[in-house]
């Protein structure tokens, strides 16, 4: 049984530019939550999709966004980058139990370099 | 902001029980307790969470004081793969999708 896989695993952008980070849910998974680490804190919560909706955000400025497939993948879109936008960056899935989240498996990351 | 509170770093001999604290004075009636850890260059991985009862599986056993204001959670027999960072979390099970993590605990294993 795959876990959540994300990719590419390292990533290296200038300031300015774009970037799109990707993520395959745990099989039988249909919720994805986003997270971005910097070195040496812990994880702090972008956003979350189900039903390929955004349904909860953190403080995060509109540079970032989101998308999620029918397959249940999910892909982050940073727009803008700034220096400070470089971080570990987390997928984690999740089986909705109603219209709730239940226990949530995260990836391995995408390291993301801004120069 | 994380509602929790956890020593910044801890050391445990190999072999032995590790016992990681945290309190959490501000936790409310329907909130549990998850403790979340995370080994280096991987993402965080879920270890044990609780309401009010004392729970155990194969991992760790988690211990809440009877006010609920703090917790233990313990490593009964620790080896070098255990070393990590421990994140205690105060969450709505299951309703609090996101997770709010704080700095967590160093633990360090040592041979």
């Known amino acids: 049984d795959a876990g959540v896989t994300q990719s590419p695993t390292h990533l290296i952008k200038t300031r300015g530019q774009q970037v799109t980070l990707r993520c395959s849910p745990k099989?039988?998974?249909?919720?994805v939550s986003w997270y971005q680490q910097a070195l040496g804190q812990g994880p702090q919560f972008i956003f979350q999709?189900?039903?390929?909706?955004?349904?909860q955000r953190g403080n995060f400025p509109d540079r970032f966004s989101g998308h999620q497939f029918p397959n249940y993948s999910s892909e982050l879109n940073v727009n803008a980058l700034l220096l400070g936008d470089s971080a570990l960056y987390l997928c984690?899935?999740?089986?909705?139990?109603?219209?709730?989240?239940?226990?949530?498996?995260f990836g391995p990351g995408t390291r993301l370099t801004v120069t | 902001d994380a509602k929790t509170t956890q020593p910044t770093s801890m050391d445990c001999a190999e072999g032995r029980a590790a016992n990681l604290p945290c309190n959490h004075s501000?936790?409310?009636?329907?909130?549990?307790v998850y403790w979340y850890r995370q080994i280096h260059s991987q993402g965080p991985q879920y270890i044990i969470h609780?309401?009010?009862n004392n729970e155990t599986n194969e991992m760790a056993s988690l211990i809440i004081t009877e006010d609920r204001k703090s917790s233990t959670l313990i490593l009964p027999h620790a080896t070098l793969r255990d070393t990590a960072v421990y994140y205690c979390?105060?969450?709505?099970?299951?309703?609090?999708?996101?997770?709010?993590f704080g700095k967590g605990t160093r633990l360090h294993i040592l041979p």
């Open positions: 501000t936790i409310s009636g329907n909130e549990y």
């Open positions: 609780g309401l009010k």
């Open positions: 999709y189900y039903e390929e909706e955004e349904r």
């Open positions: 984690a899935s999740s089986l909705a139990w109603g219209q709730l989240a239940y226990e949530q498996y």
């Open positions: 099989s039988g998974h249909d919720t």
């Open positions: 979390i105060v969450r709505v099970h299951p309703g609090d999708d996101k997770i709010i």
